[in-house]
T-cell receptor, first 112, second 115 residues
């Protein structure tokens, strides 16, 4: 049972344009969401998070939007840069627990 | 600040052999996690330690996997005997207290190939 889904395995975007990565979840108990970025041969690196009491969180070029009614979150990267090329994982947890449930990842390629 | 260290980075073994992975978390981090990431999937939590005690090992295949965190610092994960389906990247992560809002910092992982 895949509780966190990233339905787009890959995405290509031109440098300078907006990248939008999507994530859907099924468990209504999830109340904390995160995005991690992973380069080849490295471990995932924390990017940005959002609590369910908010619908938007921004950090520089990265913004995460949460739509609780649709059980959907998205990561916007503006403007996209070639160094953003990586695999992006969304993750969710419930009830203040440590236990992250990860999606399958979306490979972003930013074309120069 | 030094990150999470893992060794070895790569390991190739035959099925039914045993293998061990080592992790040294960020200094002062009380919580340590082992994840399994199979190709094309997201990381899956195998076990979580709080200091040297196990908090959650519900997804650890205990018939073949074992883990310990002696003295509440570094940790080892062992597989004995290995199966083909154990081929994956094994990631270690640590966080300061183990709350959901505490960032989990990941090591580079150990890529295991079972032939």
């Amino acid at each position: 049972d895949q509780q966190v889904k990233q339905n787009s395995p890959s995405l290509s975007v031109q440098e300078g344009r907006i990248s939008i990565l999507n994530c859907d979840y099924t468990n209504s108990m999830f109340d904390y969401f995160l995005w991690y970025k992973k380069y080849p041969a490295e471990g995932p690196t924390f990017l940005i998070s959002i609590s369910s009491i908010k619908d938007k969180n921004e950090d520089g070029r990265f913004t995460v939007f949460l739509n609780k009614s649709a059980k959907h979150l998205s990561l916007h990267i503006v403007p996209s840069q070639p160094g953003d090329s990586a695999v992006y994982f969304c993750a969710a947890s419930a009830g203040g627990t440590y236990k992250y449930i990860f999606g399958t990842g979306t490979r972003l390629k930013v074309l120069a | 600040e030094a990150g999470v260290a893992q060794s070895p980075r790569y390991k190739i073994i035959e099925k039914r052999q045993s293998v061990a992975f080592w992790c040294n978390p960020i200094s002062g981090h009380a919580t340590l996690y082992w994840y399994q990431q199979i190709l094309g999937q997201g990381p899956k939590l195998l076990i979580q330690f709080q200091n040297n005690g196990v908090v959650d090992d519900s997804q650890l295949p205990k018939d073949r996997f074992s883990a310990e965190r002696l003295k509440g610092v570094d940790s080892t994960l062992k597989i004995q005997p290995a199966k083909l389906e154990d081929s994956a990247v094994y990631l270690c992560a640590s966080s300061s207290r183990g709350f959901a809002t505490d960032t989990q910092y990941f090591g580079p992982g150990t890529r295991l190939t079972v032939l």
